[in-house]
């Protein structure tokens, strides 16, 4: 007989994007302990510190709360991101004296790249995020750091006219125009300072991490050294643009100053100054490019000048102090004649507007089509010569932006990229993404090193930790949407052999080394007149720009040391600092674990190698 | 074509045969054209291979005896969802079409084109009250319940006292509309005469293809009548309203049209033996002509070749250290799911080792007895459509009944599968994601199912029943599951493609996004190869030639504008692919059959300009030298590594032996990979216990292609019991055991029922 089942349960509660409450919320913490909040490595425990979660701001009044009973609704909702932070330490970087990084072996053009880039164990302000960049900008303090690397349109008067004008007047940095906590802007709905700002701005100590984390439509400036770390700085609710990216320029920053720019899902970009609670908006209704920014960072060396990757495959840079102008594609090479244009179609990367445009009055300085489909993420190389970016459509490309010319395409196994970033070094780059795989690139034989195989699902983030990388070591952190932490290390020697590896036809090393290398020569010396370069698209001693995928019976595949679930959503960023690691969640979660206690910082090399050795 | 189209009556003369030409009539009642028709509006000619054919499936409530009360919320939208899938799957449409023979049009009835409301597909029906046409009630076909059940579960949550289909927006509105418009396609008839065959599934399928791309509309509703009854009346489990799976009847008309093809193959053949001149048999109008027999003995097993792969199983006795493999068929994959995980990850944990222990000892041939066992399973041969069951009802013991697992499960747009074997053909194939079949609702007896579809070249398309709707290629995203999210992809379908394909559909989907750019640039179009823009040059609607290239028609003409600007360059291309420098050809070996031609030219090219450079030849020297010492070193770890490898194994083989020593006499009795069928009937007794009176349902239909055979469908119950009856005797004593190995079991299952099915082909 038939017995007639329970009228359907269909999950309670609301759906997914449309948050239960519809009140401001305070943030909380908490301080789970045991065994399954810890992360048992080679080189000790790491341990939870804290979970701090970040309130969900309620949707805004005028956008009601959509209630679609539709589960097929085909309705297109604006791209929304996880918690992602960007963190700064006001003081300023020490010298290093890094007892990790040997820079006698490389004598490549490259090794003009200052020592101080290395992180020293002291330099907490190292800011490891996936817009990692940070710790390169950094040190450009440093004077003679500013001689040594090119900077982005030096060789555009028109762009050094401005960047002159700064100079004038080093010590006092300009804000931007209007107040935030005042404005009647659409865009901002609401600014919630802390009651005791001043005084909690005052107490902080200059060596500590301030952060600033995306949470919804909100974005909330917090100190992750005080006390109460889970009460906020400043929170800023927007209308309904959600951040999904921000950066922090670590040139400007200053006990009074930092400057802060964030892209939205609107396409909107603003730029933010938390001490003076000052702000402008750039890209006013998308008015450059309307689509949405998935990633944004300033330049290297630059006080003025960032970049955003748009959704459209588009990289823009944008200056904050510019007023916008709608952007009409200018000819990229005006004074080119055709016949170029074999070798230009090879640089596979559209200028739409050169940084060396003569008509650089207004925003953008310049914009480049990258790719047809959505980038996903980008990062510049600690010698700030070449920027790394992946997008939706599985490519991977490194591109020189001085020069503002296309060096490598490369795939992903399959699927999208979504994650990258540069080794401490600069010698080989990790990218994540929708096969599963951890991606290890050598720039110096362009090749695929190893696929890192371990996640059980896409991997959303990936960070080298300068603290445990050395010349021939290296440790990769990444994190994924199955929720856990893998940590890798990585060194040439330990990689297991592909299956195929007998019968592996590599190509010389050397000659793709001498490449490399007269291609950084020329870039050394040609910046000047990087313009001439540009207009005639490509070398011609051109080298391979698109490589094919590599085959899975020729590639190194590398086990993690460590992998673990680590939260109970989606994990979306990964931070290393001096004394902690920091993961985020799709949910808010901010997680601080602890590195293991005994005598890490000192021995570093030593724990290292035991751990390496311990590793099968 | 105008001769058959002349056959076709209509009362309401359309102005153009294309749906969308000439939407609007300056009727101010005229409804606004749906995101359908404004997609197709100028669609150019109709075609003939049936890829320009937008139909909605109707969900017909058949006539119910089953309690009143009792609402019907599944219905048919599993079949249609899945019928859909296979539609849009241009190489298994052309087969269905073209087995045994394409029929000239003429030859084979039609639906009944006169009593529909109207035929003129511009035109939507203006008054807006959903109207039961008039002469559809005089269809003697099972009319639509009068009340129709909410389709959508969304609708429950609906506020009450509204009804949904008011809602404009709502499905249930637009699935109205989509019928009123029509033209409703009354597939209650038979053509299997015609094609020589008996009357099948595969022929009422064949008749539903041939129906719609004979339609001169592009749009319009399919009535599948004649399917469903045939599939009730042969298929005990799917006359219950309960527990109608998508997946399982995907598998059943999988398996079924095999069957029907061979039953018909082996039937000429026999037939052509006997009549010497190979005549035919049927009383049909249309004779189906001699090479068609001749061609059918060929393109009999094209289901085959598209569906089918190879797994190996292999099986390493810890006793005695043997390793013996076995082949096995599967048509699709079943993937146990995991809580935020990926596609490609359920696929790993399905070739993941497994040990065979306890109750599932494996019969070693070598040891002669029940050892402990590693098993493991990985593919072999890859198919060319991978069509994934994501299992989303599993069984849980408490509640005594299957549960929908709403996890998260991400999939990508593109896949390569990473558990091949090491001797596998093509191991990184290519396979874009081309449909999804997606279930709706809390648990697996009720619920809705639609499917996403990418369509040859008009983007993902929506079906749901009877609507059609365009959506965007994001859209595709929605259906990971999670908490909260009652809609769920529940069968994937990837089918082989090649890179120079994605990226130019890659490239294709930028453009259609750039297209507010007023500047075509010409740099956008040379990512791809030579050859995929030597394919795409030229052609003035480029997109009708591209398959699988989603390109909006307000697009077409920018398209077709900046493949006219490639043209010039497209000429450089070759010469420059020649230039690669020498060592960056020999890093990428091309493993993708479909690079292999160039190869050849890459190296030859190489070797040029090596010699050319004598002084890149010194360093490369160097760098062999400095390669070589890496690779020692590399080997040298790798051989520290098998020796650790070697003491772990021999300890791990110690321990084995040891358990096996306390094991020895137990009783478990197993037979030689008795393993899976066991636990399978495990299963089966299960499902028994969830259902009832639908005794062994569940577990049969798993069973369906392990029985699936030439001999016939009265036959089913019977195969079933047969292949209880092989398992020891031991198994009802086990079962309960069992069930709980359920979860870690069912692949076994699942390989070893398609397994069997082939052998048997």
Redesign the interface.
């Known amino acids: 007989m038939f017995v007639l089942p329970p009228p359907p349960r269909y999950p309670i509660g609301g759906y997914p994007g449309i948050p239960g409450q519809l009140i401001e919320t305070n943030n909380s913490i908490s301080h789970p302990t045991g065994p399954e909040y810890q992360l048992v490595v080679g080189e000790g425990t790491y341990v939870l510190r804290d979970d701090l979660h970040l309130a969900t701001p309620p949707p805004h009044p005028s956008e009601a709360p959509v209630h679609n009973p539709n589960p097929l609704a085909t309705t297109i909702s604006p791209p929304t991101r996880g918690t992602n932070l960007s963190i700064v330490a006001l003081a300023p970087r020490q010298p290093s004296q890094s007892q990790l990084y040997r820079f006698g072996t490389r004598n490549s053009t490259r090794s003009q790249v200052p020592p101080s880039i290395q992180e020293s164990p002291h330099e907490t302000n190292s800011q490891a995020s996936d817009v990692g960049s940070q710790s390169v900008n950094g040190i450009a303090t440093s004077p003679l750091d500013g001689l040594r690397t090119p900077v982005y349109g030096e060789g555009n008067a028109a762009l050094a006219m401005i960047n002159g004008k700064d100079s004038k007047d080093p010590l006092k940095r300009r804000k931007p125009k209007s107040n935030i906590i005042k404005s009647n802007s659409s865009f901002v709905s609401r600014v919630i300072p802390h009651e005791a700002l001043t005084k909690r701005l005052q107490e902080h100590n200059p060596n500590g991490l301030y952060a600033f984390a995306n949470i919804n439509r909100a974005l909330q400036w917090l100190d992750l050294t005080s006390p109460i770390k889970e009460e906020h700085l400043t929170k800023i609710l927007f209308t309904k643009g959600h951040a999904l990216c921000h950066d922090i320029n670590q040139i400007t920053k200053g006990p009074n100053h930092l400057d802060i720019i964030m892209g939205f899902s609107t396409g909107d970009i603003i730029w933010y100054e938390p001490m003076s609670q000052k702000y402008s908006r750039i890209n006013k209704n998308g008015v450059i490019n309307g689509t949405a920014v998935s990633d944004i960072q300033w330049l290297p060396n630059s006080e003025n000048l960032f970049l955003a990757a748009h959704m459209d495959g588009s990289l823009v840079v944008y200056d904050k102090e510019k007023e916008d102008a709608v952007f009409v594609a200018e000819e990229h090479s005006p004074t080119t004649e055709e016949a170029t244009s074999d070798a230009e179609k090879k640089a596979l990367l559209t200028v739409k507007k050169s940084v060396n445009s003569k008509n650089q009055k207004a925003n953008p300085v310049s914009y480049w089509q990258v790719s047809s489909s959505k980038v996903n993420a980008f990062e510049f190389s600690p010698d700030r010569r070449h920027l790394a970016v992946v997008s939706e459509d599985g490519s991977f490309r490194i591109i020189d932006f001085l020069k503002e010319k296309l060096l490598h395409h490369y795939m992903s196994y399959y699927g999208g990229m979504l994650c990258v970033c540069w080794s401490p070094d600069g010698r080989y780059v990790v990218t994540g993404g929708q096969d599963d795989l951890v991606s290890i690139w050598s720039l110096e034989d362009s090749m695929l090193v190893a696929r890192c195989q371990g996640h059980n699902s896409w991997v959303t983030a990936v960070q080298f930790d300068p603290w445990r990388c050395d010349e021939r070591n290296y440790r990769i952190g990444s994190v994924g949407e199955d929720c856990r932490l893998l940590l890798w290390d990585f060194s040439v020697g330990m990689l297991h052999r592909p299956r195929a590896a007998s019968v592996r036809q590599r190509g010389s090393i050397t000659s793709a080394n001498l490449k490399m290398q007269r291609t950084r020569t020329d870039s050394s010396v040609n910046r000047l007149r990087s313009s001439s370069n540009l207009t005639s698209g490509s070398l011609p001693d051109e080298e391979e720009v698109v490589h094919p995928v590599e085959s899975r019976a020729h590639t190194a595949m590398l086990p993690p040391v460590l992998a673990k679930a680590i939260d109970e959503h989606p994990l979306c960023w990964l931070g290393f600092e001096e004394d902690c690691i920091i993961t985020s969640c799709k949910n808010g979660h901010i997680r601080t674990w602890d590195r293991p206690k005994e005598g890490a910082t000192n021995d570093d090399s030593s724990t290292f190698a035991s751990a390496s050795a311990s590793h099968p | 074509m105008s001769s058959f189209f002349s056959r076709i009556k209509s009362n309401a003369a359309p102005a153009s045969p294309a749906p969308g030409t000439a939407p609007v009539k300056k009727d101010p009642n005229a409804p606004e054209p749906t995101p359908l028709e404004k997609l197709l509006v100028n669609a150019g000619p109709l075609r003939s291979d049936g890829s320009d054919k937008f139909f909605g499936f109707e969900n017909m409530h058949t006539p119910t005896n089953i309690h009143p009360t ?1 609402r019907l ?1 599944i219905a048919f939208s599993y079949c249609n969802s899945i019928v859909q899938c296979l539609y849009y799957s241009a190489p298994f449409r052309e087969q269905v079409i073209n087995f045994p023979a394409r029929s000239p049009p003429e030859a084979l009835e039609r639906p009944p084109s006169a009593p529909l409301p109207r035929l003129n597909t511009n035109l939507p029906n203006g008054q807006n009250s959903p109207l039961s046409p008039p002469g559809r009630t005089s269809i003697s076909s099972p009319t639509r319940a009068p009340a129709k059940p909410a389709t ?7 506020l009450p006292g509204t009804k949904p289909e008011d809602n404009k927006d ?2 249930e509105y637009k699935k109205k509309q989509a019928l009123a418009a029509g033209p409703v396609l009354q597939m209650d008839y038979e053509n299997s005469k015609s094609y020589g065959m008996n009357e099948s599934l595969f022929s009422s399928l064949k008749d539903i293809f041939e129906a719609m791309i004979a339609h001169r509309s592009r749009i319009g509703v399919v009535s599948p009548h004649k399917l469903l009854e045939i599939l009730r009346r042969d298929n005990e489990m799917f006359r ?1 309203p ?1 527990h109608q799976d998508a997946h399982e009847f995907f598998n059943l008309l999988l398996n079924e049209v095999v069957e029907n093809v061979d039953f018909y193959s082996k039937n000429r053949i026999t037939e052509a033996e006997s009549e010497l001149n190979g005549q035919t048999i049927t009383s049909g109008e249309v004779v189906p002509d001699q090479n068609s027999t001749a061609s059918n003995k060929s393109n009999s097993g094209w289901v085959h070749e598209l569906f089918e792969g190879t797994l190996t199983s292999e099986t390493r006795c810890l006793t005695c250290e043997n390793t013996s493999q076995r082949d096995e068929a599967f048509l699709d994959l079943s993937v146990d799911l ?1 809580q ?3 596609v ?2 359920c696929l790993r944990k399905f070739s993941e080792e497994e040990m065979l222990c306890e109750r599932n000892k494996f019969h070693c041939d070598n040891c002669g007895g029940l050892q402990e066992a590693e098993k493991r399973m990985k593919i072999k041969r890859l198919p060319k459509i991978l069509a994934l069951h994501l299992k989303r009802f599993k069984y849980t013991e408490d509640l005594q ?1 299957l549960q929908k697992l ?1 996890h ?1 499960v ?1 999939y ?5 599968l ?1 558990n091949t074997t ?1 001797d596998a053909e093509d ?2 194939r ?2 874009e994601l081309y449909a999804v079949v ?1 279930h ?4 697996p ?3 809705h199912y ?1 499917s996403i579809i990418k369509t040859q070249d008009r983007g993902w398309l ?1 079906f ?1 029943d009877e609507m059609v ?1 365009p ?2 290629k ?2 595709v995203r929605n259906f990971f599951g ?6 769920c992809a529940y069968v994937l379908f990837y089918q082989e493609t090649t ?1 120079e394909a994605m ?1 130019k559909e ?2 294709a ?3 259609a ?2 297209q507010q ?3 075509l ?4 179009v ?2 791809t190869t030579p050859k995929a823009n030597g394919a795409a040059n030229g052609h003035a609607h480029h997109a009708f030639h591209q398959p699988r290239t989603p390109t909006v028609e307000e697009e077409d003409q920018f398209a077709s504008l900046n493949h006219a600007a490639t043209a ?2 497209l000429a ?1 291309v070759p ?2 692919t020649e ?14 059959g479909s ?1 292999k031609s160039n190869l050849g030219l890459f190296k030859k090219e190489g070797k040029e300009e090596k010699e050319a450079k004598a002084a ?1 030849k010194e ?2 020297k ?3 030298q ?2 070589k010492d ?1 690779e020692i ?3 040298e ?2 051989r520290k ?1 098998e020796e ?1 490898l070697r003491l772990a194994l021999a300890a791990s083989k110690a321990s084995a032996e040891e358990d096996a020593k306390k094991r020895v006499g137990s009783g478990e009795k197993n037979g030689d990979n008795a393993t899976p069928t066991e636990s399978g009937a495990g299963e089966k007794d299960k499902q028994a216990n969830g ?4 005794k062994g349902m569940g577990g049969l239909n798993r069973f369906r292609h392990t029985s699936m055979s030439l001999k016939g469908k009265p036959k089913f119950w019977g195969k079933d019991k047969h292949e209880e009856s092989v398992e020891p005797a031991s198994h009802g004593e086990s079962e309960d055991a069992d069930k709980d190995k359920d979860g870690s079991k069912e692949k076994n299952r699942f390989s070893l029922g398609r397994k069997k099915s082939t052998f048997k082909f």
């Open positions: 009792e919320p959508t579960p969304g609708a429950q949550n609906g709502s499905p219950t309960m995991e935020h995980s990926s490609t990850s009944r709403f998260r991400v990508p747009f593109y896949l390569r990473f090491d191991p990184d290519l396979y997606v709706i609702g809390g648990g007896y009720h619920g639609v929506l749901d709707e959506v965007d994001a859209y999670g908490e909260n999210v009652l809609a890179e990226m890659q490239e989907e930028g453009l996004a750039a750019a007023t500047q640039n010409q740099d956008l040379t990512v010039p360059p450089h010469t420059n230039h690669h420098p020498i060592e960056h050809v020999s890093t990428h070996i091309p493993v993708l690079k890149a360093l490369e160097q760098a062999k400095k390669r890496m070193q590399r080997r770890n790798y590594q650790d259902f009832g009176s639908v």
